[in-house]
């Protein structure tokens, strides 16, 4: 199958520029300059007049719920959201039922994501307080890395034991992706707000009891224990301007630097106040903070502080999104809107196009050594998505692609629109509909080329 796409403006590896790109079997077999006329014949010829051509997004934090939460999602539904979305591979969480934190739990999410998944899949282990001897056992080229919850979390997967914290870090070869709250202080604030507003305290008290305190104790605790065992951490979704004070500024610290951190598309486009717009819709562990966290988060996307952009998308059905602090499930859905939302911010001014696609696609791939994708290169497998400025469209119910059936965008009017996801040179995404007979390719990861110090 030869594919010709044409007539785009190509965004790659800090170049923008009019290109052609030609797709052999699935795989990138050359990037031409647009004055240059390929003269071999083409099964599928593809017109981009008008469009910025990126890298598939790369989201390294989902939630699919699959196993055993697919009331809320499973990988079919939340595979199609990604599609529609420009997300072309995903690393999947290990907090379902039964937690992915045996071999054969891993085994058997391998095995749904090969019967089930419309774009690239991959999957994090989870750790706990007695499954580190496992880490040797892990496929290194199979798995993202390691997910630590340093906070509130469900079973036994909240490890926060000082000599459970030590053996992870002290053994783990692979990443460790650290979701960074202290529970101690969680659990004071909530039982302070439940004594003055009774048993589910009101949703915009949420940034207070998960405060910037938690954030910022548990954060200090992770990099500390990576500088002293020389581990490679990941800190998943900073929502404190504190926290990216124990970052590195320079927008090269990904190819150097061991320590690196994620910023989530939720915390970037709201703030607390929000709350009273949107209530438990945006409820989110750690919390949104305030306009402060968001500006300077939006400021560390481009000195280097944040590495790459994520979604935690993670689905629940409206009706567990109701209540308050207590009561309402943390969580929203996001993976579909989540480069549009970026799009957004570019046209702010906030970022670069340019600096979105480090963000969201090469730096996710320099990160966790994904073999062969995030970058448009020859020899590299045709993962892209065509996006078109100025073409304005509103989230609707009926277009929402996650089982759980809304967003916390609903109503909102964008300017950028997906026009079509290619994955493996295949069009899983085009005019609106998903290929949902196309399932995509496991992800393939080569660690030994991450970035370490």
Known sequence: MRTLLYGGTVVNEGSTRKASIIIEDGTIAAILPANQHPEASFDETVDASGC??????????VH????????????????RAAAAGGVTSYFDMPNCVPQTTTLDALAEKCRLGAAKSHVNYAFFFGATNDNADLFDQLPADRIPGIKLFMGSSTGN????????????????RLPLMAHCEDTDIINR?????KSSWGDDPPV?????????EACLVSTRKAVELAKEYG???????????????????GCDSVATNNITAEACVGHLLFSMLDHERLGARIKVNPAIKSPVDQFMLRQALTDGRIAVVGTDHAPHLLSQKEGGCARAASGMPMVQFSLVSMLEL?????????????????????LFGVCQRGFLRPGYRADLVVVRPRSPWTVTPEIIQSRCGWSPVEGHTYQWRVERTLC?????????RVDDTYIGEPLLFNHDHAPHV
């Open 52 to 61: 910025f051509v990126l890298p598939g997004i790369i989201d390294d934090h």
């Open 64 to 79: 699919f719920r699959e196993p055993g939460l697919i009331d809320k999602a499973d990988i079919d539904t939340e595979s």
């Open 157 to 172: 997967m909240l490890v926060d034991g000082d000599a459970a914290l030590r053996r992870i870090f002290s053994t783990a």
């Open 189 to 193: 604030n909530m039982a302070e707000a």
């Open 204 to 212: 915009s008290l949420h940034p207070l009891i998960r405060s910037e």
């Open 231 to 249: 581990a490679r951490l990941h800190v998943a979704h900073l929502s404190t301007a504190e926290e990216l004070e124990l970052f590195t500024v």
């Open 346 to 366: 570019v046209d702010e001014g906030v970022l670069t196009i340019s600096r979105l696609v480090e963000l969201m696609a090469h730096n996710p791939a320099r």
């Open 424 to 432: 493996n040179g295949h069009t899983v995404y085009a005019d609106g």
